[in-house]
């Protein structure tokens, strides 16, 4: 397979419901505007209230913990009366709204789920759009996430993206290394993507991966002329699309000093890729083929179950330490026992991201982290004994929401 055959085999060319993004959909400096299905039902309309009040508190500069909590149990109650397999698998935990008083209290749901199960709020057909997971772990089995509408994902990554990348710059020529939405519909990143290129990417931005694989002698010219004109450049994309440039790269002999100002983004890793590459390695590579400060090679940190992502600030040293805004919190567990655990011992990362109101409001992962200055530092994915407590925390979540 060449690079796109990977990459759409992993995606998803379904015709679910979408709305592929060609213009920005509002500029960051102004207020998100929600938009919501013209089909009110009542579950709808409580959606769109949480929805209204998620957006004024993403624009805000910071929150307390006792904000964060506040808003964050009241989602809880929206989802524990509206989405019925996460009632019954709180109940069984006997985490209900009655005495859940503590963010870090509301039951941490598997993402394995989301391929099991419909885990939404409102009628999955009322939904403006779905994302998939990649279906690496189980086949075909595809995660579904179902957003009624994408005004709250858009003003979580938009805000986000532009404190933790743009770092005080409006616009950069930026180069994709990934489909755009008309090739992969359902994809988040391919949204994330369009999102950041269509909102801060100049007027030259522009795909260099389509139908046909990587565009490698574009990119080359765009990469010679922002050398030769001093002109920032920003490349995002998949991290093992990356690879696959990389290699071409090599075999022509060719390697770039990019503008100050340029900056690199990967995001996703190499599960289910045919070779992984030690995150030292990759990194290295990526500072010596662009010419840039491994402060300046980003790695970005999120999965289709999210609505927010995490950032580090560079990969001088690896692993990173990744960060969030201050509407997602994390913490580290026992996958058995949903118990926080130890400080400095390795846990599995459960996060509690607020842009979630549609589905579910805490995740378990299956990724491997432990506790940083004011984040988390990933050791991969869970393996052994975590991987099994992992497996039994599926288990317990389908037995109590198929009951």
Known sequence: MNLIEVILAQGSLSKERHTCVSAPLFAVSRPAILKWPSCMTQEISASALIASELL?????PKASDEEF????LRIFAHQFQNNLPFQRFCQGRGKTPRVVSNWTDIPAVPINAF?????????????????????TTRGEVKGRHYHPTVSVYDASMLRNFEHHFMQ???QLRMGILFPDEVLMPNSSLAHYLALAMGNFGSPESTYYLDEQGLR???LCAALAQAQASGEPFALLGASYSFVHLMDALAARKLSFKLPQGSRLLDTGGFKGQSRAIPMEAFYAQMSETFGLDR???LNMYGMTELSTQFYDAGNRTVPSIKRGPHWIRSRLVDPETGLEVSPGERGILAHTDLANFNSVVTILTEDVGVAAEGGFVLHGRAQGAQAKGCSLAVDEFLKSAQS
């Not at 099991?116 to 279906?135: A, H, I, K, W, Y």
């Open 56 to 60: 004024k508190f993403i624009a805000r």
């Open 295 to 297: 402060d300046q090679c």
């Open 216 to 218: 490698v002698d574009a």
């Open 168 to 170: 005080g710059n409006r």
């Open 69 to 72: 909590n506040r808003l964050a």
């Open 115 to 135: 391929k099991d199960l419909t885990l939404s709020c409102v009628p999955p057909e009322s939904c403006t759009r779905t994302f998939m997971t990649s279906g």
